[in-house]
């Protein structure tokens, strides 16, 4: 099977959700140019802001920014995995944080919903309730590709390992991990959890991300967009900056560790559903 070349987008969205867009379609084309054949935005690449003002700009899917995306996707000619952004419910308090795909045609493929939802207090530098303005999503979603099914997944879904492994049994090769990962989480658990994902399943991770925010916007994002092997080695990361960073996803290898780790095959669920 071919090998791809992923971008992975790092951006520090503001509350300007056009300017947002704007800057992500920007680095999409610089992807594309530079011979990326997957792109992958980071988690809410769309907008950070109050939830009142995200609740008032989601929109359904399709819709126009689901529209904006599936033509970047068809004129580069590009699989893009469109980070997260907030869709439009029938909750008028609550959006879900979605996930789409769109193949070099255009045509979206999958669409997923996150399913769970950071409700935290961390020693006091960070405090969220996801579930006050997001609903959670309760499909598992994989996508199919050229070089293989791909899972699809957001942010605080990495502390979940039991959705990892469903998606690597459906015999998915890399998993999709857009993220908002705060600072003093991601300074100590991102690049580990990332990593332990990969090694479990034999696949790749692949995780864009955003960066900064400001201590003013009351949020600091960590960034370090990443790539993760599924041997466990960091294949490229991203420095403290907007930008893109590159790797490349060769489906060979995921086989390879596969046969000599066939950890997927070992599994006793016997005995796990027993206990």
């Known amino acids: 099977m071919a090998q791809v070349t992923v971008a992975l987008v790092q951006t520090d969205p503001g509350t300007d959700k056009a300017a947002n867009v704007e800057q992500a379609l920007a680095l999409i084309e610089q992807a594309a140019a530079g011979g990326a054949d997957w792109v992958a935005l980071p988690e809410t690449f769309h907008q950070r802001a109050p939830s009142g003002r995200k609740l008032a700009g989601a929109e359904p899917v399709p819709g126009p920014l689901s529209t904006v995306l599936a033509e970047a996707a068809e004129r580069h000619g590009i699989w893009l995995f469109a980070g997260s952004f907030s869709e439009r419910s029938d909750d008028p308090e609550r959006t879900w944080n979605t996930s789409l795909v769109f193949d070099p045609e255009g045509t979206q493929v999958a669409s997923y919903r996150k399913i769970h939802l950071f409700d935290v207090r961390v020693d006091g530098q960070v405090k969220a309730q996801e579930s006050a303005r997001i609903l959670a999503g309760d499909v598992i979603v994989t996508c199919d590709t050229p070089i293989g099914p791909v899972g699809l997944s957001i942010c605080y879904d990495l502390r979940f390992p039991e959705l990892y492994r469903v998606m690597a049994q459906r015999g998915a090769v890399a998993s999709m991990v857009p993220s908002n990962f705060t600072v003093p989480t991601g300074r100590d658990h991102w690049a580990p959890l990332l990593r332990a994902r990969a090694i479990e399943n034999g ?63 070992h599994r006793r669920p016997d005995v796990y559903d027993s206990a």
């Open 203 to 265: 696949q790749y991770v692949i995780a864009a991300a955003t960066i900064g925010g400001g201590a003013e916007r009351g949020f600091v994002a960590y960034g370090r967009s990443l790539v993760v092997d599924p041997w466990g080695t960091v294949i490229a990361c991203a420095p403290d900056e907007v930008g893109l960073t590159f790797a490349r996803i060769d489906p060979a290898r995921v086989a390879r560790v596969r046969r000599q780790i066939p950890s997927l095959e």
